[in-house]
């Protein structure tokens, strides 16, 4: 198995925005080893667009590596490992070959369980996942003990947060501010907050603030018959607006 991370200079897995690099580890021999080192220097000052192309080149390099070893579970990195490059993302504790071995367990248990349910589910008709599952990245954020098999489920599903009403209820205006919901609700994904509000189409304009645009927003507006203008900064020009309205 492949297993990718970003590692500061002291071997630990980092944040994007510490100085590091990424690796692909394979295990060879009974031993894990660095199999592509790709350097990757990102800092909190680069635009979005800046941020976003860095990542990308850097990530394509890994080839047919599609697991993930991160520090967190939230913020646009990793909002853009499962959405974008649908990455399984996993996150553990202890020495980094220890945590490795630990994905390697759990990303075991977890294939097993989606083969097990697949097989359940044949002759069944399809519904509508709100978790990872469906956010077409075959994502599945979780979290490694160190030692053990305990694992955090990414299906947990705390109270979504409801879209804030902007004026009087007669002008139809709402908000959500995707990106503050999902640093707040690590647990949560951009699916789960998002669709429920574009299925009910009770707004007139729907103003989604984040810090980019998931891979599935736009196929969503289509099947629900919804247009959206082009994406702009918001007002504190840290994120990205969108309104979406009704056909």
Known sequence: MK?????????????????????RYEQ????????????????EDMNLLETKALFFTAMSQLDDCKVFLVKKFKGLFHALLMEELGFHTWKSAGPLREQLDNVVLQEKEYVAELEKQALANIGKPPVRSAGHGGCGGGCSSRATAPRGPSCEPCGVNPD???PLLLGDIEEGRYL??????????PALNSRQIVIPALEEKNFKTLEIICDHIPRWFYNELRNLKLTAEPEVPDESGQWLKVVVSPT
């Open 3 to 23: 297993i990718a991370t970003f590692v500061n200079g002291g071997g630990d897995v980092a944040d994007f925005y510490e100085k590091g690099k990424l690796c």
């Open 160 to 162: 979504i947060p409801l």
């Open 28 to 43: 060879i021999s009974g031993e894990w080893r660095i199999t592509r080192e790709i350097a990757l220097d990102i800092n």
């Open 176 to 185: 959500i501010h995707l990106a503050q919901i999902l640093q707040d609700n």
